[in-house]
């Protein structure tokens, strides 16, 4: 089992970044991935990136490429997302979570959740 905590939402305007950082804890000596998912008022929560435990090999939503990126240094906590030039469409709630295994992009893939935070983007 995993246990995983977001932080670093909050309010941007239009055009500005934020970073969001993940903490995972627990069973975390098998081979794991950790993706970044946000979820829009009256939308479906939707993949935003992931990358594996080591680091490397970071995957990427086609609409957030260029924007965001996802990283993690040498297994080490956190996971950051790196958000820039933030559209107001960006507004969610995102969370971190994670899989035993490879990178995936499916929400129905990861098993374990954070509680989320809320990144709010001002036009």
């Known amino acids: 089992q995993m246990l995983l905590v977001e932080s670093g939402g909050g309010l941007v305007q239009a055009g500005g970044s934020l970073r969001l950082s993940c903490i995972v804890s627990?069973?975390?000596?098998?081979?794991?991935?950790v993706g970044w998912f946000r979820q829009a008022p009256g939308k479906e929560r939707e993949f935003v990136a992931a990358?594996?435990?080591?680091?490397?090999?970071?995957s990427y939503a086609d609409s957030m490429k260029g924007r965001f990126t996802v990283s993690r240094d040498n297994a080490q906590n956190p996971v950051y997302l790196q958000m820039n030039s933030l559209k107001p469409e960006d507004t969610a709630i995102y969370y971190c979570?994670?899989?035993?295994?490879?990178?995936?992009?499916?929400?129905?893939?990861?098993?374990?959740w954070g509680q989320g935070t809320q990144v709010t983007v001002s036009s």
């Open positions: 979570a994670s899989r035993y295994g490879t990178t995936r992009s499916l929400v129905s893939d990861y098993a374990y």
């Open positions: 627990g069973q975390t000596l098998l081979t794991y991935s």
């Open positions: 990358i594996n435990w080591r680091g490397t090999g970071p």
